[in-house]
C-alpha cells in the first residue's frame, strides 16, 4: 500500500474543505485522515493499493472549496488501512 502526505496552502478552513476531501476518499476508497492545522493550513495521509487511484485522488483534491494557493506531498511511512477520518486541529 502506498501512502502520501499532503498540505493545502489557501483559504481551506471553514468552507467544508476536510468533509469534500473525506467524502472524496471515501468514494475513491482511499484509506487515511484529514486534518487542519493551526496556521490555518489543511493536511492529511492517504493511502491506496493502486497508486494510480492514490494520484488521482491527489489531484482532485486540489480543486476543491475554498481556494488552494499552494499543494505539495510526499512519500510517508504507512499508516492504518481503514475508513478516511476527519482528525482533530494540529
Same mark, same amino acid.
Given at each position: ?6 498540505? +493545502?496552502? &489557501? #483559504?481551506?478552513?471553514? $468552507?467544508?474543505? @476536510?468533509? =469534500? ?7 475513491? %476508497? ?14 492529511? +495521509?492517504? &493511502? #491506496?493499493?493502486?497508486? $494510480?487511484?492514490? @494520484?488521482? =485522488? ?7 472549496? %475554498? ?24
Amino acid at each position: 500500500m502506498e501512502w502520501k502526505e499532503a498540505r +493545502l496552502v &489557501g #483559504h481551506v478552513q471553514g $468552507v467544508g474543505y @476536510r468533509a =469534500f476531501v473525506q467524502r472524496l476518499a471515501r468514494e475513491m %476508497g482511499i484509506s487515511g485522515e484529514v486534518w487542519n492545522t493551526r496556521a490555518g493550513d489543511v493536511e492529511l +495521509l492517504a &493511502g #491506496h493499493h493502486d497508486p $494510480v487511484i492514490l @494520484r488521482t =485522488f491527489l489531484e482532485m483534491i486540489q480543486n476543491g472549496p %475554498g481556494r488552494v494557493t499552494s499543494f505539495s506531498h510526499t512519500s510517508a511511512a504507512p499508516g492504518e488501512p481503514g475508513e478516511f477520518v476527519i482528525g482533530s486541529t494540529r
